[in-house]
């Protein structure tokens, strides 16, 4: 019986939403997989088709498709407690055109080392929705709590990144000690802005105060975009 008929059954199991990003096609060399549900114990990764997908706090919205034709753009919230995502994201250019996989299943379908003890007989990796495809299109939001994503499908992005770069207020783009940033002197802070001279702790917050602990009060190669905040200190 296909997925499309057991998910309208009465009491049919829970959907399972999982989740592939892939930033190997704009350079990057991470293939991620989060799931929105975790294991048996409540800590454990999700296997589908012998593939783990770390539980991670995720809220989506927007998959849906939209009337009159037109094409969905999806949100996607993921954690950035400790601010490490939305510093990866910082250093790959907002991921813009990031690939984005969207899978689903029904948790009588995942595979059996999901069930250690009774095992799962109904396991069954070619029974799912179809996959969903979606590319970064913008990054709607970040702060200390999420990094918040909107999705576009590929003929949707096509040929509208320009530029690339997005016009974000107070908040560096560009890679610590890359050529862009061109900083190559000795540690200076750590990521919370206090004085550190270990180089394994010297981390940029990526902002005008950060920028001039490093290059000092003068000309500042920066793509902070200070111009463009409405309320100037």
Not at 54 to 64: A, V
Not at 112 to 124: E, I, K, L, M, T
Not at 130 to 150: G, H, L, T, Y
Not at 179 to 193: T, W
């Amino acid at each position: 019986m296909g997925v499309r008929i057991d998910s309208q059954q009465l009491g049919a199991l829970e959907v399972i939403e999982l989740f592939v990003f892939d930033d190997t096609g704009i350079g990057g060399t991470n293939v991620i997989r989060w799931s929105s549900t975790a294991g048996l114990d409540g800590l454990s990764p999700i296997v589908w088709q012998g593939q783990e997908y770390q539980p991670y706090p995720i809220e989506t919205e927007g998959f849906e498709q939209q009337g009159s034709g037109k094409l969905p753009r999806p949100t996607l919230r993921v954690s950035n407690i400790g601010g490490e995502f939305g510093s990866y994201l910082r250093s790959m250019k907002d991921a813009l055109g990031a690939k984005v996989t969207r899978k689903r299943t029904l948790g009588k379908y995942l595979d059996a080392v999901n069930f250690p003890d009774a095992g799962n007989p109904y396991a069954d990796p070619s029974t799912a929705y179809p996959d969903e495809i979606f590319f970064i299109a913008r990054k709607a939001q970040e702060n200390s709590a999420m990094v918040e994503m909107e999705l576009a499908v590929a003929f949707d992005v096509n040929n509208v990144l320009l530029p690339r770069r997005q016009v974000i207020a107070g908040t560096c783009q560009w890679r610590y000690r890359s050529a862009e940033c061109s900083y190559a002197g000795p540690p200076v802070q750590d990521i919370n802005g206090n004085p550190t001279s270990d180089p394994a702790k010297d981390r940029c917050r990526k902002n005008l105060a950060a920028c001039r602990a490093r290059f000092g009060n003068g000309i500042l190669k920066s793509s902070t975009f200070p111009g463009s905040m409405l309320n100037r200190t």
